[in-house]
């Protein structure tokens, strides 16, 4: 015998996850391929299919199904309750948020991210301002409503969204261990870089064409499926898609070669995560990824513990020097690695460091707050966003374009997503130290190439297990404790400074 109504929510879900993947397509074609007179066209499209997504999920039917599946007397094995949990968690946000609060929402979104498009390279911040604070006032009414039903704060119900489990209060604990750490560790970075030798930048042109193909060989090494997925350019990298069709893009530079590439690196850990979910529990809620904390740590181990290690660079330099003809040292692997690991200040978010990276993720999540809390307006957004530059890594933007513009998430309604890129960066160094840790054969592999043992632990560990445990619990059962920002401070103390 069987339980007849988790049955019928399975069937249920799978049409709303089938949706969903629709969504995530014209996400992708929107930032890709969209004619720039569709956007109204597409705003609607969003708009019409998430409202149907919203009345299937918050449907009283739903209710009723996880009510019979809950007391039926036929038992869930272990993937079976962990879907039926996160049908609950989904059902209960639906119902909380009403259908014209959702199209409202999806219509505001879509309007301020096709003005970014246009007030970024123009550096016009005052053009897309009233678009933005729609979204902001949206963005509150549609917490303020979660909150309310899951029993969080207001903060709390929008993290909830991107990194479930976490809360303010342990988010700003990292924050502040981390902010405290990051002065000490940059001054002492920047003073052992002096001592060694300058590091030589390759002199280009690199063409954008030989940048994408070399992009695509690095993505077919570590393992990507290119017959469920492809590489496309795009304003900001992401990667989008599904486990069956996943698509990434990055941007390049004629001058800079590295840019675009540890674009394509670090959207090719997102890639190899959504690759490897597991296929039998497709479309339900429990076969999604874990999170986008546990998504940055994925791509963050790859284009970050990886691919500005030393093991990788030994390998990829030849690989490197070929593609570009390049003639002088500057190609070489210590080189390369002084390159990939330089330490200075910079502007834009995608382009910093590994040490510096994290400054720029406590600024942004600092000025959400304030901007979500009314302590801060979106008039006064660019200067408060030029005095956190200045006062945690010295610097102030030349232009709103390299400040307040330069990241699509706000204007596209991600609000609370920020934290997890610095919450992944933690997560991907105590991932990537067990690792290697339990198998010795990962770090030799990196080095000739042979990625095979480091991607089977991610599958085992981390890919196929989807959402059947929590983000605490993973951790715990593969590394012995829950989330602990001491493996990312260890990681950079031997990196940099020795």
């Not at 990939?340 to 502007?347: G, L, Y």
């Not at 983000?471 to 400074?497: A, C, M, W």
Request: glycine share 6%; aromatic share 10%.
């Amino acid at each position: 015998m069987t339980n007849d109504a988790y049955i019928e929510l399975e069937k249920r879900y799978r049409r709303i996850g089938i949706l969903n993947e629709t969504v995530s397509f014209l996400h992708w074609d929107t930032a890709t391929a969209m004619p720039k007179g569709a956007s109204s066209a597409r705003a609607e499209q969003f708009a019409q299919l998430k409202s149907v997504i919203h009345t299937l999920t918050s449907c009283p039917e739903i209710g009723e199904l996880i009510g019979k599946a809950k007391a039926s007397k036929y038992n869930l094995n272990g993937w079976q309750q962990a879907n039926l949990n996160q049908m609950v968690r989904q059902w209960t946000k639906a119902t909380a948020v009403p259908e014209e609060l959702v199209v409202a929402f999806s219509k505001a979104c879509s309007a301020c991210e096709a003005s970014w498009r246009k007030a970024r390279p123009e550096d016009d911040f005052r053009s897309v301002k009233p678009l933005l604070q729609n979204v902001l006032n949206l963005t509150r009414e549609t917490a303020a409503v979660k909150a309310e039903a899951l029993g969080l704060s207001t903060y709390d119900a929008l993290l909830d969204d991107y990194e479930p489990g976490y809360c303010e209060s342990e988010v700003e604990g990292i924050f502040q261990d981390i902010a405290s750490f990051l002065p000490n560790i940059i001054d002492d970075a920047r003073s052992a870089q002096s001592a060694r030798p300058t590091p030589i930048m390759p002199i280009g042109p690199f063409p954008i064409l030989a940048q994408k193909n070399l992009g695509q060989y690095f993505m077919k090494a570590l393992g990507f499926d290119f017959a469920h997925g492809r590489l496309d350019t795009s304003l900001h990298p992401f990667c989008g898609g599904t486990p069956d069709d996943v698509r990434i893009t990055s941007r390049y530079d004629e001058a800079n070669f590295i840019s675009g590439l540890m674009g394509i690196f670090h959207e090719t850990g997102h890639a190899m995560y959504e690759q490897g979910l597991p296929a039998r529990w497709r479309y339900q809620p429990v076969g999604y990824s874990l999170g986008m904390g546990m998504h940055e740590s994925q791509s963050l181990l790859i284009e970050m513990q990886v691919c500005r290690s030393r093991p990788f660079l030994h390998w990829a330099a030849p690989i490197l020097r070929k593609a570009f003809n390049g003639q002088n040292t500057a190609w070489d692997a210590e080189n390369l690695f002084r390159l990939h690991t330089h330490v200075k200040p910079d502007f834009i978010r995608v382009d910093a460091d590994e040490i510096t990276y994290p400054a720029h993720i406590i600024i942004r999540y600092r000025l959400e707050r304030a901007l979500l809390a009314e302590d801060l307006s979106l008039n006064d957004l660019p200067t408060a966003w030029n005095d956190m530059m200045k006062e945690l890594l010295g610097i102030v933007p030349p232009s709103d374009r390299e400040g307040c513009l330069q990241d699509l998430h706000w204007y596209d309604g991600a609000w609370g997503y920020f934290p997890t890129y610095t919450l992944g960066a933690i997560t991907a160094a105590q991932l990537y130290t067990t690792a290697r840790e339990t198998n010795p054969n990962i770090e030799d592999g990196i080095r000739i190439g042979d990625f095979f043992p480091l991607i089977s632990w991610l599958r085992t560990h981390i890919h196929g297990v989807a959402r059947l445990k929590s983000s605490s619990e993973l951790l715990t059962n593969i590394s012995g404790e829950p989330l602990n920002p001491k493996f990312f401070k260890d990681h950079l103390q031997v990196r940099y400074l020795n």
